[in-house]
Structures are given as C-alpha cells and as structure tokens.
C-alpha cells in the first residue's frame, strides 16, 4: 500500500475531521481528544488516544503532537528559531508528568542511516549533541547519545541495541530521533512530531524493525521525528488535485470584472471553496471526490506501480543539517533547564 504515512494527524480518522463541526465529532468518550492552535505560522496539533480511541483508528494510546509551518524554507533561519522555540515548550508539555529532575538520567537514541541523506537526522543530531554541553563526561553521567545505524548495516536488530544499553545505563527516559513518512508532499521537511507512544523503525517505507516502546523496555519512550520522504504516487494525486483546482479557478475567474481588466496572466485562486462540479462534463463525477477518496482510486490504479519509490526533495541536505541542529539545539536547551 502506498500513501503510508507516520504523521498520526494525516491518518484516515484525522483527515475526516477537518472542518470545526468535525473536529467537535473527536470528543473523549469517543477515546479522541483533538485540539489546534496556531503559533505565528507554526500550526499546532495535540492528539490524546485513550483505549476506545486506540481501538477505533488503530493507533497507540498516547499523547501525539505535530508542529507544521508550511512557510519555511532551508534558507530560513528566522523561521527555524520561532519553530525551536515552540519545539522547546512542547518537549517541557510532553514530558511535564514524568516529574524529570536534573540527576534523571536520559538515553537519546539517532535512529537512521547516516550514509543515505533523508534518512540521516537522528545519526547528524547525535552528532551535534555529542559537540554539546550535555555530552561533557562526568564521573556520574546523566545523559548517553548513540546513533546504532539500521539492522542492513550491523546485521543487528536495532531495538536490540537499545535494549542493551537501557539495561546498562537503566534512563528514566528514552528519546528517539528518527527521519518519518508522510502521505502529503506539502508536508515534507515541514513538521516535527512528538509522540509518548514510542516508534517502529522503517514503518513509514515498509521496512518495519521491532517496536523502541515503553511496553518493550518498561521505560518511557519519547519519539519525534521529521518527514523526510512521500511515497511516489502520492505526488500524482497531489499533481492531479493542484490541476483540478487550478482549473477549477480559472473557470470561476473568467467571468469577472477583474479578469478583464487583467494585463498579466491569471494566478489561480488559493480558496478552499472553489465549486469543482464545473469540471464535470470534463472530469467526470470523481472530480469532485474528496481528496481521501481521490488518493484511494489513485492507489487502485497504481497498485503494483513504482510501489518501492519514495520521493524526497532536492534541498534535502540543507534540511536535514537544519532539523538535526534544531533537534540538538532544543534538546540540550529543555534537558539543561530542567
């Protein structure tokens, strides 16, 4: 199947709920509970699973939280240092019930292959950790950071690794840092998700290890990650809504005093209330499907096809030195002012 994401609020239970009367339906009795704000352009989303919620969409019990700015860009630093800081308040919100104190000790994991690009955050934000002020060794150490690499590279299962070092070190907290899937383009490179429900290494391109959880080692486990790839058919229904809907535009524009007027070629429109049922005659009545419903007879029709190919952008370096450095930035900050 393709269109796998990692991103609890891109699930298909999430996505049914996007206007304000759905997101009421995401109540607690119903085992969800659903809230969104917005901080600058940095657009918040907690997530609360209890067990009826953990059975009705098949996700872990736990608290998920997304911080999504679809603004930024690798260049942008400004904009990288307002999402730290919110990474920073939400790191402190995630963990304010485990009652941390400074001799709690502190296992940070960089999951991923150092040696492929988009799947090299955790092992580059190890590394940058390791150049930190927390790294300092001392005779009674508090934190530990290590980058395992992934089981095609040590031949070892790497849940196994962290398994070990747990017993050893015996953390009173696992964070693991790890690159994501996501099954919206526009959410590549452009959202951190911090979850208490743990990971599955490689889940999001179907290369799924054994489960790094708190029900694995008895020890709460924190993950964030960042989405790095989209599988490759995605980018066809995304190219085919973004062609409905500048059609769509074109045609609700034409007929305007404006359009006339116009010396410059037409930019279609950004709203979300644009009537598709005018592309009909041309489309047929899938045109106006909703976009769940238009991915799903997309992965009918290309089931079978590029199902391997995952997509990441150009600029992937750049983001990937951004994110680590952010993650590493942020996670000294939250563990020194603890």
């Known amino acids: 199947m393709w269109g796998r994401t990692d991103l609890l609020d891109e699930s298909d239970e999430m996505v049914k709920h996007r206007t304000a009367e759905e997101k009421d339906v995401l109540t607690d009795s119903e085992g969800i509970k659903f809230e969104e704000s917005r901080n600058g352009a940095v657009l918040i989303t907690s997530i609360e699973v209890n067990e009826n919620g953990e059975k009705r969409i098949g996700k872990k019990k736990g608290k998920y939280i997304t911080l999504t700015d679809l603004t930024v860009n690798p260049d942008d630093q400004e904009s990288f240092e307002a999402l730290k800081k919110i990474f920073i308040q939400k790191l402190e919100e995630m963990h304010e019930n485990l009652l941390l104190t400074k001799s709690s000790k502190v296992l940070i994991i960089g999951l991923g292959n150092s040696t492929i690009t988009p799947d090299a955050i955790g092992p580059k934000a190890i ?23 992934v089981t095609g590279q040590t031949g070892f299962e790497t849940s196994n690794f962290i398994e070990a070092i747990s017993k050893a070190f ?3 907290l696992i964070v693991v840092l790890d690159a994501l899937a996501a099954r919206n ?6 959202t951190i998700q911090l979850t208490n429900t743990g990971i599955h290494p490689g889940s999001g391109v179907g290369n799924e290890r054994k489960e790094v959880s708190e029900e694995v080692y008895g020890i709460p486990v924190t993950a964030i990650g960042i989405p790095m790839v989209v599988d490759g058919p995605v980018l066809y229904a995304d190219a085919m809504e973004h062609v409905i809907h500048y059609i769509a535009s074109k045609i ?3 007929e305007s005093p404006s359009s006339a007027l116009a010396v410059t ?10 009537d598709k049922k005018v592309l009909q005659p041309i489309f047929g009545e899938w045109v106006t499907w909703p976009t769940e419903e238009k991915r799903k007879l997309f ?14 952008p150009k600029e992937t370096d750049a983001w990937v030195e951004q994110y680590a450095y952010l ?7 939250w563990i020194t002012n603890r």
Request: charged letters at 25%; a negative charge; one cysteine or more.
């Open 327 to 333: 993650l590493s930035e942020g996670i000294e900050t």
């Open 299 to 312: 992965e009918e029709v290309f089931v079978g096809k590029n199902s391997s190919l995952f997509v990441t």
């Open 170 to 172: 015996q953390p009173d």
């Open 252 to 254: 609700e524009e034409k």
């Open 265 to 274: 070629p037409m930019v279609s429109s950004k709203k979300s209330s644009l």
């Open 185 to 190: 383009s526009e959410r590549l490179c452009k």
């Open 127 to 149: 590394e940058y950790l390791q150049s930190s002020s927390i790294s300092q060794m001392e005779s009674n150490v508090k934190v530990v950071m290590y980058a395992p690499g």
